[in-house]
């Protein structure tokens, strides 16, 4: 069974620098997806940024890039020039699919504090 | 475009009762995922619908029961209530086919007293 590991239960940075989350996986598939979701205090998770496992080159969107070393198993994202609404939980996922039907496996989550 | 949305954002039951927890997918999606997320836990995957049969389960009692209905909206039932059970329940939709990500609603927090 897929597991994935975070292992920064905190992390805080100041506002307009740089942080990065941790996540690292297990798995023994070869062609799988990664995605880092953010969820703030309104409870919404919502999609930050996904890799796909066949690209060796790292997703970005905008001020977020992920680190992905498949060999390693890991994945992290990177936030840049961090911005106070960026503040949340931010939690690591690896989407498996069994016979057509696709489920997320998350990780436990980091919880990001941005000091102005 | 409508995203995804639930119903009610938060009840309380008493131990033993059953709930009903409903969802309405993302304009164009036709797949439903149900989570549940304890507090301070990341979501634990509960099952998956599509074309209104139950696709994949995660390691959750009998007691959690779903529907999906043919407009793709969806209900998430539990009996039996257990303290246990309280927690926010997170509905997620998705495009079966091409589609790699899946959108979720502002979940539901329910409290079991």
């Known amino acids: 069974a897929q597991t994935v590991t975070q292992s920064q239960p905190e992390m805080s940075v100041q506002e307009a620098e740089t942080v990065t989350l941790s996540c690292t996986y297990d798995?023994?598939?070869?062609?799988?997806?990664l995605f880092w979701y953010k969820q703030p205090p309104s409870r919404q998770m919502i999609l930050v940024i996904r890799?796909?496992?066949?690209?060796?080159q790292n997703a970005t969107e905008n001020r977020f890039s992920v680190n992905f070393q498949k060999a390693a198993k890991s994945f992290s994202l990177k936030i840049s020039d961090s911005q106070l609404g960026d503040a949340a939980m931010y939690f690591c996922?690896?989407?498996?699919?069994?016979?057509?039907?696709?489920?997320?496996?998350f990780g436990q989550g980091t919880r990001l504090t941005i000091n102005p | 475009d409508a995203g995804v949305t639930q119903s009610p954002t938060h009840l309380i039951k008493t131990r033993g009762q059953q709930v009903t927890l409903r969802c309405s997918p993302k304009?164009?999606?036709?797949?439903v995922s149900w989570y549940q997320q304890a507090l301070g836990q990341g979501p634990q995957f509960i099952f998956q619908?599509?074309?209104?049969?139950?696709?994949q389960r995660g390691n959750f009692p009998d007691r959690f029961s779903g529907h999906q209905f043919p407009n793709y909206s969806s209900e998430l039932n539990v009996n039996a209530l257990l303290l246990g059970d309280s927690a926010l329940y997170l509905c997620?939709?998705?495009?079966?086919?091409?589609?790699?990500?899946?959108?979720f609603g502002p979940g539901t927090r329910l409290t079991v007293t």
């Open positions: 996922a690896y989407r498996t699919e069994i016979q057509g039907a696709q489920k997320l496996v």
């Open positions: 890799q796909e496992a066949y690209k060796q």
């Open positions: 619908y599509y074309e209104e049969e139950e696709r």
């Open positions: 798995t023994s598939e070869s062609d799988y997806y």
């Open positions: 997620a939709s998705s495009f079966r086919q091409g589609s790699y990500e899946q959108y």
């Open positions: 304009s164009g999606h036709d797949t």
